[in-house]
């Protein structure tokens, strides 16, 4: 079965600062990896999706994630956080072979002025 | 209208009432799914289609029933709901990822946020 788990509930840092949301998975076989942001009252938003080989992706609004195999992580990072980046945040999985789309339970990410 | 929309985005319904939530997708996607947010709950999936054909019923109580007339229409109809299921509803589009590009991601529209009394 497949999984993620997003350790932090909240993260909060101060504009300008660098921001990263931790993400790791459990998965059989090649992992297909996502991150996705949601605003109040809005659906979710598709920020950047792991391609096997690129170790660094480079997503939507300055966003990039690290994909670590040994450590089955992939961390959403941002190097100068905007007030406006202030949502929730979700990681998500698919396995091969596999409709399912595996959530985290949601980080949420406060940028103050 | 662009992307994936959504219609009503909130209901609020008896639990006797019968109601059905609308998805529309215009991106030329072949597969179209249901997922259910509620608070504290990481998102749930419900139901997938792919080619108009159910490939996915995850566990969903028949209270919920889809339907799929064509690759850009989703409908969820709702009958004798508990209040347990009041959440947010969220429909998703993409291109199917077994039958093309593994990496397809999906994409969501706003969600209806439902209110069972």
């Known amino acids: 079965a497949q999984s993620v788990a997003q350790p932090e509930d909240q993260v909060n840092v101060a504009e300008g600062n660098p921001l990263t949301v931790k993400c790791t998975y459990s998965?059989?076989?090649?992992?297909?990896l996502f991150w996705y942001v949601q605003y109040p009252n809005r659906g979710l938003q598709f920020l950047l999706k792991?391609?096997?080989?690129?170790?660094l992706v480079k997503g939507s609004y300055g966003f990039e994630a690290e994909f670590n195999k040994s450590q089955t992580s992939f961390h959403l990072k941002k190097p100068s956080a905007l007030v406006s980046d202030s949502a929730l945040y979700f990681c998500?999985?698919?396995?091969?072979?596999?409709?399912?789309?595996?959530f985290g339970a949601g980080t949420t990410v406060t940028v103050r002025a | 209208e662009t992307g994936v929309t959504q219609t009503p985005r909130h209901l609020v319904m008896g639990m006797t009432n019968k109601k059905s939530l609308k998805c529309e997708q215009h991106l030329g996607h072949n597969a179209m799914y249901w997922y259910k947010q509620s608070a504290k709950k990481p998102l749930e999936l419900m139901f997938v289609y792919s080619l108009e054909e159910r490939v996915e019923n995850n566990s969903v109580p028949s209270r919920f029933s889809p339907e799929c007339p064509n690759s850009s229409h989703l409908f969820l109809h709702l009958h004798t709901l508990q209040p347990e299921d009041s959440a947010l509803y969220l429909c998703?589009?993409?291109?199917?990822?077994?039958?093309?590009?593994?990496?397809?991601?999906?994409?969501f529209g706003p969600g209806t946020r439902l209110t069972v009394l």
């Open positions: 792991y391609i096997t080989g690129d170790n």
């Open positions: 998500a999985v698919r396995g091969i072979n596999d409709y399912k789309l595996s």
């Open positions: 998965v059989s076989g090649n992992p297909y």
């Open positions: 998703a589009s993409s291109q199917d990822p077994l039958a093309g590009d593994p990496y397809n991601e999906q994409f």
